[in-house]
């Protein structure tokens, strides 16, 4: 049941370029029919021969709702790609852990696309009369059969191979300003905890005094030095502006505490 009506629902594999390879089911959907329990089921039962058209190593790539089925796949020496959980006690993620959900984020999309496609077919995009459920697995393969045959891939541009290698290439690279904080000043304990408040039109305000102005200039000649880890001027200096205190919409103050 889900929202007052009894559901059933297919199980989709779409290939990465958006092409529907296979649709099976349709299953009920209860507690028992969940993601991964279909998938288990899928390989066990071997239904529609889909060990012998999946190899070794190939790349499933996933959602959180497979969780439970991701060491029984991993044992069918496939590997599966699923966003990151937080852990317990953690309160976000990791740059590190970002990224990756992120990377594949962007390549899990083309299954929300392939099943928006679907309902684009006004039949399937509304409350089907139970009379029809013997054949809405049908439908749904016939519908997946035109769009193959008729629709164009959902990604046919090579560009995404270099979008995908700077991906690669730049979520290795961490939390570049962390790194340099912790660096800059490994003698002093940072509160990372900012205030922030918003600035309108051209009221810019600091939260230094005059006072403190001079030592403020040197703590942004010490922050746009370091041309090895910021090799955009711009990107320097903003940061740096933000160090300060002053930015286009918003301003920070950084405590510092001794240890």
Same mark, same amino acid.
């Given at each position: 049941?889900?929202?007052?009506?009894?559901?059933?629902?297919?199980?989709?594999?779409?290939?990465?370029?958006?092409?529907?390879? =296979?649709?099976?089911?349709?299953?009920?959907?209860?507690?028992?029919?969940?993601?991964?329990?279909?998938?288990? !089921?899928?390989?066990?039962?071997?239904?529609?021969?889909?060990?012998?058209?999946?190899?070794?190593?190939?790349?499933?790539?996933?959602?959180?709702?497979?969780?439970?089925?991701?060491?029984?796949?991993?044992?069918?020496?496939?590997?599966?790609?699923?966003?990151?959980?937080?852990?317990?006690?953690?309160?976000? !993620?990791?740059?590190?852990?970002?990224?990756?959900?992120?990377?594949?984020?962007?390549?899990?999309?083309?299954?929300?696309?392939?099943?928006?496609?679907?309902?684009?077919?006004?039949?399937?995009?509304?409350?089907?009369?139970? !009379?029809?459920?013997?054949?809405?697995?049908?439908?749904?393969?016939?519908? =997946?059969?035109?769009?193959?045959?008729?629709?164009?891939?959902?990604?046919?541009?090579?560009?995404?191979?270099?979008?995908?290698?700077?991906?690669?290439?730049?979520?290795?690279?961490?939390?570049?300003?962390?790194?340099?904080?912790?660096?800059?000043?490994?003698?002093?304990?940072? /509160?990372?905890?900012?205030?922030?408040?918003?600035?309108?039109?051209?009221?810019?305000?600091?939260?230094?005094?005059?006072?403190?102005?001079?030592?403020?200039?040197?703590?942004?000649?010490?922050?746009?030095?370091? =041309?090895?880890?910021?090799?955009?001027?711009?990107?320097?200096? /903003?940061?740096?502006?933000?160090?300060?205190?002053?930015?286009? !919409?918003?301003?920070?103050?950084?405590?510092?505490? =001794?240890?």
């Amino acid at each position: 049941m889900y929202k007052n009506r009894p559901l059933v629902k297919p199980m989709i594999i779409v290939g990465s370029d958006g092409y529907i390879l =296979s649709v099976l089911g349709p299953y009920y959907a209860n507690a028992h029919n969940n993601d991964a329990s279909i998938t288990k !089921h899928l390989f066990k039962t071997n239904a529609e021969g889909i060990k012998q058209w999946i190899k070794d190593d190939d790349v499933l790539v996933v959602d959180r709702g497979f969780r439970n089925a991701q060491a029984f796949l991993e044992s069918l020496n496939l590997k599966v790609e699923m966003p990151c959980f937080i852990k317990k006690g953690q309160k976000q !993620h990791t740059t590190e852990e970002a990224n990756s959900s992120r990377r594949i984020t962007k390549v899990r999309w083309v299954v929300e696309s392939a099943n928006g496609r679907i309902k684009q077919w006004r039949f399937l995009d509304k409350v089907i009369s139970n !009379h029809f459920v013997p054949y809405i697995g049908d439908f749904v393969r016939i519908v =997946s059969a035109f769009i193959n045959c008729f629709r164009a891939p959902l990604i046919n541009d090579f560009c995404n191979e270099e979008i995908g290698q700077t991906m690669l290439d730049k979520a290795q690279l961490g939390n570049q300003v962390q790194k340099y904080l912790l660096c800059a000043y490994e003698n002093t304990t940072l /509160a990372l905890a900012c205030a922030w408040r918003e600035i309108k039109g051209l009221n810019i305000t600091t939260s230094r005094d005059n006072g403190n102005e001079k030592q403020d200039e040197d703590k942004v000649d010490r922050f746009t030095d370091q =041309s090895d880890i910021f090799p955009n001027d711009k990107q320097a200096l /903003a940061l740096a502006c933000a160090w300060r205190g002053v930015g286009n !919409h918003f301003t920070t103050e950084i405590q510092k505490n =001794s240890k």
